[in-house]
């Protein structure tokens, strides 16, 4: 049977919800057990982020009381996303099939039969997507869409309203493993595996205790690395913009020597104009070519893979 799941939960500074997080994953895990979904080996691994208070502690007791609980300490605060990618490749091996969730509970845990239902099935990645966000706040349900609307525009494909809540299956893992770029955005990257995908709609409830780990400027400096660390679109912006500004001079140019031959000008302003212009358009679309061959450096330096083969029939 190869239904060996591991949930891995990203901690940081999480003390006040781990014991009931641990307590509803457990009755979760029991009826996926009793069901027969998942192998009785389950586990669930806390990946603590350089945590701050007690919840190294309580990942440890946790573990000491029931094997179901691993854990993983990492050195320092590094963030929720390469806390999470720790916990996926230190499980690679011994897991079939993983699902990524936040400590917090406000990832629907109900949702993880049909995801595995999914899995079963021959579904590789199953992503959880928000069907509504009735119990965020206005202005976090304003900025985190527009989060991902931006993410969009700028050439960052990520999946609509969906953070990290997922499914992957060992080979999509393996595929992940692929990609050695230290920028890592977890969910821009994991569209790029392919395999099968499917989505999963849960409704997104409200932090369990504690407070948001994501104040708006953190979310905002996590899109601006989104979008820098997966695409050269602003790059092909700049050099977009050089050469309207190029455009513009031209016509500038003509328009400058039409009022210079109507007499309509002073000495000097059609020079200046003209120059202005032109030299500033030059400036940006030389520095979008110059980008542009920046950004290829940029990509090269990331050695993503070029391909994966799914099946080789010999
Ligand atoms: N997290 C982490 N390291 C950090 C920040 C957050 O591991 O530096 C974890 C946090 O413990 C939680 C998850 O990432 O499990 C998501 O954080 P949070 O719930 O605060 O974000 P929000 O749901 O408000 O967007
Ligand atoms: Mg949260």
Redesign the pocket.
Known sequence: MHNKLYVV??????EEVLAETSKRLKEKFLSLVSSGMIHPDSRVVF?N?GSKDRTWEIIKALHEEDALFCGINLSK????QN??LAGLMTVKEDADLVISM???L?DDIDAMDEMIGKYLKGIDIVYGVRSSRRKDSFF?KVT?EGFYRLMNVMGANTVFNH?DYRLMSKRALEGLSEFQEVNLFLRGIVPMIGYPMDMVYYERGE?FAG????PFLK?LSFAVEGITSLSTKPIRMITFLGFFIFLVSIGMLIYSVVRHFMGATIVGWTTLMVSVWAIGGLILLSLGVVGEYIGKIYLETKARPRYIVEEFLK
């Open positions: 939960i990203p901690c940081y500074n999480e990946v982020d605060n590094r963030g929720h806390a999470l936040d400590a917090d406000q976090k985190a953070a932090r407070e948001s780990k994501y979310m």
